[in-house]
């Protein structure tokens, strides 16, 4: 799903914090060996999944009082299969059909960005709907491909720069993320009363949120010509 900056979050997904980066090649190694891979006439170690490595960054401006949000997603797309070529049978089969299938639901997404179209068919696979923020709207978005300079492989190598070329033509304008520190703490505010939680009054500002202050004070006297003390 999208939330309210327009990024994709999957629900019940956990979020590590990386402090350093050594920290962020670790959760990427630890998630790397998560990947599924199974042996092809083609490939000892072939990709039989996709694999997505997406890092929240989050930057706060001690002088502004703003914080600026960005999302970096990696993206290894497993390669298009053809049978004939990988000899794939039984659960190798199956997963090649997935592969294809997801990425060809992804070259419709693609080709629907880069001639403007007013629909664009995210919601056709689960890979197209994790990938919408790094796709359209405001977001920048590179594709490396890797082909074999190999005779043989020349469908897979012109079917690949095909794909190059069309993601090429996708326009976005990308712009900054920041919201003030104002802004930020009113958004927290909203979402504790939506869920019913009771707002603190360091959270809400003194004076900002909750009763007047009443006056116990009397008002200055007249102007006599005297003068007393505190006025």
Not at 15 to 21: F, M, Y
Not at 111 to 138: C, H
Not at 212 to 226: C, F, H, L, V, Y
């Amino acid at each position: 799903k999208m939330d309210a900056k327009k990024m994709v979050y999957i629900r019940n997904a956990i979020i590590k914090d990386a402090a350093s980066p050594e920290e962020l090649m670790d959760l990427f190694n630890a998630g790397n060996l998560e990947r599924h891979t199974g042996a092809t006439k083609m490939n000892a170690e072939s990709s039989r999944s996709h694999s997505i490595f997406a890092i929240m960054v989050e930057s706060y401006d001690t002088a502004t009082k703003r914080t600026t949000t960005g999302k970096l997603s990696l993206v290894d797309l497993a390669g298009s299969e053809r049978a004939d070529k990988t000899g794939a049978a039984a659960d190798r089969l199956k997963e090649a059909q997935s592969i294809n299938k997801s990425l060809s639901a992804l070259g419709d997404v693609i080709a629907a960005l880069s001639e403007g179209t007013k629909f664009i068919p995210y919601r056709n696979n689960k890979l197209t709907q994790v990938m919408q923020d790094s796709l359209g709207g405001n977001a920048k978005t590179l594709m490396f491909v890797n082909f074999s300079p190999a005779d043989y492989n020349s469908d897979e190598t012109s079917t690949s720069l095909m794909y190059a070329a069309r993601v090429k033509k996708i326009v976005n304008n990308a712009s900054k993320q920041a919201e003030s520190e104002e802004v930020a703490r009113l958004k927290q505010i909203i979402k504790r009363l939506q869920a019913g939680q009771p707002v603190e009054a360091q959270l809400a500002g003194v004076g900002a949120v909750g009763e007047e202050e009443e006056d116990d004070a009397e008002p200055p006297p007249a102007d006599d010509g005297k003068v007393y003390d505190g006025y």
